[in-house]
């Protein structure tokens, strides 16, 4: 089904500030799992039905011809060489409409325009019984009619929640780095995903952390100073030991 081109009630406004997410405001807050949606073959399904594994959240329209398609594609494309996790089995992606005038038929046709197919794992979906508004807003996700664009103004970002539901992390932009989503994934489901190799999702969450300001990961130099002089400071009470058993050995030869 084509998209619909009656022309959304939001009211039009110009301030770019309004899209900002205010994520200390928004950060552990947590999703109605009983949060109804259809996808893009018409099935139902909620938003509980796909926890227990974290979820990339990514809120688009179907209508648009801009960074909703780039967003998701590029997404597609990281998702494509991330070894450590798969999609399905270790975590999920939701795409979600904000606009209420999206239906399966136009999610059915933004996957055909993008060229993405329906993945195990990922689901391109419209909200059914819930307001498309509060729903955005109870992520800190803001949007607004543009007039001159004939276009909505939005944030592009990527949502992550955990097996619970609660938002864990945002990542902005359209350019997707591997590392970055791998790092909020470890953050997202801490437990369960590091379970396989505890030690390394512990230092790898120790040694990154989140730069707000910037919306990506980087290293903690202070934090990994201080682990290498850790380890160093190990390494040379283990020398020392052996030194000494070798050298009382020595003696009693």
Same mark, same amino acid.
């Given at each position: ?11 039009? #406004?110009?301030?770019?500030? #309004? ?175 590091? *379970? ?14 989140? *730069? ?42």
């Amino acid at each position: 089904m084509a998209h619909a081109v009656s022309q959304p009630t939001q009211t039009s #406004v110009t301030a770019g500030s #309004v899209v900002q997410i205010d994520e200390p405001r928004h950060l552990g807050a947590r999703l109605p799992a009983e949060t109804a949606f259809e996808d893009e073959n018409g099935a139902r399904f909620t938003l509980g039905d796909i926890l227990g594994k974290p979820v990339i959240l990514v809120l688009s329209y179907y209508g648009c011809d801009g960074t909703c398609p780039t967003i998701n594609i590029e997404l597609a494309a990281a998702l494509s060489r991330l070894d450590r996790f798969k999609l399905g089995s270790d975590f999920r992606v939701l795409t979600v409409s904000f606009d209420a005038r999206d239906t399966s038929g136009s999610a059915a046709e933004f996957l055909r325009k993008t060229g993405l197919s329906s993945a195990s794992g990922w689901r391109h979906a419209v909200l059914k019984d819930s307001d498309v508004k509060a729903f955005a807003g109870s992520v800190g996700f803001n949007y607004f009619w543009s007039d001159a664009a004939k276009a909505f103004m939005h944030p592009n970002v990527l949502i992550f929640l955990t097996p619970e539901g609660r938002v864990a992390r945002y990542i902005y932009g359209t350019r997707m780095d591997v590392r970055n989503i791998e790092l909020a994934l470890i953050d997202a489901d801490w437990n369960r995903i590091s *379970n396989s190799t505890a030690v390394f999702d512990m230092l790898t969450g120790a040694c990154f952390s989140y *730069n707000y300001a910037e919306g990506k990961y980087q290293m903690n130099y202070s934090l990994a100073a201080g682990l290498g002089a850790l380890v160093f400071g190990i390494g040379m009470l283990g020398l020392g030991f052996w030194a000494y058993r070798k050298k009382i050995g020595g003696q009693h030869a």
